[in-house]
């Protein structure tokens, strides 16, 4: 399924800010797998991350596929996954999302990180990078889908600010944006279409992506 695990404050802002800085010291100019344009990214591995931003940090990001699949499952098993409409976090820019019950989406909204146990293990990472978004550097990046099971995606700055630079998914038929703050994290699923708005001129967008099995 597309269902997706919206977790709000899954960083800190000093966390979003050492990862933005970082990229901006070190970021490669590769390209990228998904269009060949240029990634202005940086890879990460998980000991790395966790020098920048401490253990504790990095456990609770990756434990957050763990809450994704046992949401996922409780959904399933009450049988609410598909024809849901979105939860008010995800509807595009406020209003409702098209589609009425045809939406292939379920959404959770967690309002904070802490406070809750998880059965399942945490997940193993297959790539981690910090990628920067600007009009003269990676303006965009086309709808695709991700070769990974799993995909956690935290907004590193405040993606509510300009119209621009929005991550996009595709849910009811229709592509959405969905509205992000900095330290926000979204999960999802390798089969849901997503992408990134083009960016405004003078505006900057850092995310922080973890691909995991």
């Known amino acids: 399924d597309s269902a997706v695990l919206q977790v709000r404050r899954a960083l800190d802002a000093e966390a979003c800010a050492m990862l933005c800085r970082e990229v ?21 591995s998980r000991a790395e991350v966790t020098a920048l931003l ?11 596929v763990a ?18 409409e979105m939860d008010s976090e995800m ?22 990180v ?22 003269g550097t990676r303006p965009w990046i086309k709808m695709h ?3 990974a099971a799993v995909t956690v995606n935290v907004a590193l700055t405040d993606e509510t600010l300009t119209p621009g630079g929005r991550l996009l998914g595709l849910f009811g038929g229709a592509i ?5 703050h900095a330290g926000d994290a979204t999960c999802h699923s390798s089969s849901l279409l997503h992408g990134v708005s083009r960016m405004d001129e003078g505006s900057s967008r850092y995310t922080l992506i973890i691909f995991f099995r």
């Open 24 to 44: 901006d010291e070190r970021a490669s100019l590769r390209a990228g797998t998904t269009d060949g344009m240029p990634e202005h990214t940086l890879h990460l």
């Open 54 to 64: 401490g253990e504790e940090r990095v456990r609770s990001i990756w434990g957050l």
């Open 67 to 84: 809450r994704y699949k046992l949401a996922m499952r409780r959904r399933r098993e009450e049988g609410l996954v598909g024809g849901q």
């Open 91 to 112: 509807k595009a820019d406020g209003q409702e999302p098209k589609g009425g019950s045809e939406v292939e989406v379920e959404m959770q909204v967690e309002m904070e």
């Open 114 to 135: 802490g406070g809750q146990e998880m059965e399942a293990k945490e997940g193993e990472e297959v790539e981690i990078f910090v990628r920067r978004f600007s009009a």
């Open 145 to 147: 889908a991700d070769v």
């Open 176 to 180: 959405q944006p969905i509205l992000r």
